[in-house]
C-alpha cells in the first residue's frame, strides 16, 4: 500500500534510521569514509538541514505574541482553546511533529544513497533495483487487471476496480512509481548503447546476436512491460507525465550532447512512437489519449474544487502553513457544502504542501528539486561516462515526470514514492561527482 499506512511507515522509518546509525558507527570505527559524492554535494545538504530545522519550528512551542505575529490565524486557532501560553505555529503539532519523523527519514534516506552509491556497480545496482521492482508492480498490476481477479496482495480491491494499481490502493499511485522506474530502465538503455557503427557483415551479425543475447533486450522488455502497466493504470495524469517528461528529457539530453549516438536518437524515438501505437492500441491508451483533454465529469470538478478550497485554505496561513500533516484538520473548514467526501490529502502536492509549510517551507523544496535538477543537467553536459549520462538522464526525466504529475495527484505524500523520489534526486548528484 505504498506504506501509506501508519505501521507501515514507521518500519520504514526505524529501517532507515537503523541503517543511518550502522553507517555512522562505521564512520566512528574508520571502516567507511565519505563518499565524494557526499562532499561535493554540501549546497543539497545544507538546504535539507535548513528543511528539517524549519519543520521542526512548527510544532516546538513559542511565545504567544511570537505566533500571532508570525500566522495570525494560527494564533487565533490556538487561542480558542489557549488564549495565552506558549503554543505551536501547527494547529495539530502531533501530525506535524509526525511529518518531521518521515521528513527525516526521506532526509537520512538521500543521505545514505550519497553515501553508499560510492562506485559504479553500487550505482547499477541500485537502477537495476529500481528497474526489477517497477517490473514486478507492472506485471503483478496487470495481471490482476487482466484475469479480474483485483487483489491488492492481502485483501480485494474496493476502488479503482478496472485499472491497475499493483500493490497499491490508488492506481495514480502506481503510476507514480512506474514513471519513476521508467526513467531509471531508459537511463540505464541509454547508458547501454554506443555510437559505433558497424563496417562489416560481421560485425553486424555479431552485434545482432549481442542484442539478441545480451541485456539490451531484456531491459526493452522490462521496459515494455513497464509501458503495459502504466497504460493499464488508466491514470490520465500519470501517462501524461510520463510521455511529456520522456520528450522534454529527450529533447534536453541531445541538446546538451555535443554528439548523441544515433541509437540513443532511435531509441527515444522508439519508445514514444512504438509504446504509443502498438502498445496503445492494445492496452487502451487511445482511450486515454483522447480523454486527456477532457478528464472525467466525476472526478476532475471535484479535485479542482478541492484544489481551489485548499488555496484558498492557504492564504489564511500564508507564511509559514498550517503545519505539516495538518491538511485534514483544516481543510473542513475551507471548503463549502457542495464537498461531502472525508479528505486527508488534496489532489495537488503544490498546493497541500504550500498550506501546510507556507511559502518558506515551498521555497525550501523547491531549491532541493531545482538544485538537484540542475545537477543532473550539468551531469548530462559536463560527464562523457555512458553510465553517469544514463543516470543523469534518469534523474532529468523522473524530476520532470512528477513534478507534472505532482498537479493533479499525492504521490510525494505517499511513502513508498516519495522515498523513491529521494533516490531520483540523488542520482542528478551521483551522477555528476561519482569518480
Known amino acids: ?54 519543520a521542526a519550528t512548527q510544532f516546538m512551542p513559542l511565545p504567544y505574541a511570537w505566533v500571532a505575529m508570525i500566522s495570525p490565524e494560527s494564533a487565533r486557532m490556538h487561542s480558542l482553546i489557549q488564549p495565552a501560553g506558549w ?49 514486478f508492480q507492472a506485471f503483478y498490476g496487470g495481471i490482476m487487471t487482466l484475469s479480474g481477479l483485483e487483489y491488492v496482495f492481502f ?66 522488455i ?22 511529456s517528461s520522456l520528450i522534454a528529457a529527450g529533447s534536453i539530453g541531445l541538446a546538451l550532447s555535443k554528439r548523441a549516438p544515433r541509437p540513443t536518437v532511435v531509441l527515444l524515438a522508439s519508445l514514444v512512437a512504438i509504446d504509443i501505437a502498438l502498445v496503445g492500441t492494445w492496452f487502451g491508451a487511445e482511450k486515454i489519449v483522447s480523454g486527456l483533454r477532457q478528464v472525467s465529469v466525476a472526478e476532475a470538478p471535484e479535485r479542482m474544487e478541492v484544489s481551489e478550497y485548499t488555496f484558498r485554505q492557504w492564504k489564511d496561513y500564508l507564511w509559514t502553513g498550517s503545519g505539516g500533516g495538518s491538511f485534514y484538520v483544516v481543510f473542513p473548514r475551507s471548503r463549502t457544502g457542495d464537498l461531502f467526501h472525508f479528505y486527508d490529502h488534496a489532489h495537488d502536492d503544490y498546493a497541500e ?42 534523474s532529468t526525466m523522473g524530476i520532470i515526470a512528477l513534478m507534472i504529475h505532482s498537479l493533479a495527484d499525492f504521490n510525494l505524500q505517499i511513502p513508498a514514492n516519495a522515498a523513491t523520489f529521494m533516490v531520483i534526486l540523488s542520482l542528478g548528484w551521483i551522477s555528476l561527482y561519482l569518480e
Open 1 to 54: 500500500m505504498g506504506s501509506n499506512r501508519a505501521w507501515a511507515w514507521a518500519i520504514l522509518e526505524i529501517w532507515i534510521y537503523a541503517l543511518a546509525a550502522a553507517w555512522l558507527y562505521g564512520f566512528y570505527k574508520e571502516k567507511i569514509r565519505l563518499s565524494r559524492s557526499f562532499r561535493k554535494s554540501c549546497i543539497i545538504l545544507s538546504i535539507l538541514a535548513a528543511w528539517l530545522v524549519y
Open 155 to 220: 485483501f480485494k480491491k474496493y476502488s479503482h476496480l478496472g485499472s491497475a494499481s499493483g500493490t497499491y490502493v490508488n492506481r495514480d499511485h502506481l503510476a507514480g512509481y512506474l514513471e519513476m522506474s521508467l526513467s531509471v530502465g531508459i537511463g540505464l538503455m541509454i547508458s547501454s548503447l554506443s555510437g559505433e557503427t558497424s563496417l562489416t557483415w560481421r560485425q553486424r551479425i555479431r552485434n545482432w546476436v549481442s542484442l539478441l543475447l545480451g541485456e539490451k533486450l531484456r531491459l526493452r
Open 87 to 135: 503554543v505551536p505555529l501547527s494547529v495539530d503539532p502531533h501530525a506535524s511533529m509526525e511529518a518531521w519523523y518521515k521528513s527525516l527519514a526521506y532526509v537520512l534516506f538521500f543521505g545514505l544513497s550519497l553515501l553508499l552509491v560510492d562506485s559504479r556497480a553500487r550505482l547499477k545496482s541500485v537502477a537495476y533495483v529500481l528497474v526489477l521492482s517497477g517490473l
Open 222 to 243: 522490462f521496459l515494455a512491460v513497464m509501458v503495459i502497466g502504466l497504460v493499464l493504470t488508466h491514470s490520465k495524469m500519470g501517462n501524461t507525465a510520463f510521455f
Open 353 to 394: 504542501i504550500g498550506s501546510e509549510y507556507g511559502i518558506a517551507g515551498m521555497i525550501l523544496l523547491a531549491c532541493v528539486v531545482l538544485s538537484s535538477l540542475y545537477a543532473a543537467l550539468l551531469a548530462q553536459y559536463r560527464r562523457r561516462d555512458p553510465l553517469m549520462r544514463g543516470m543523469a538522464f534518469s
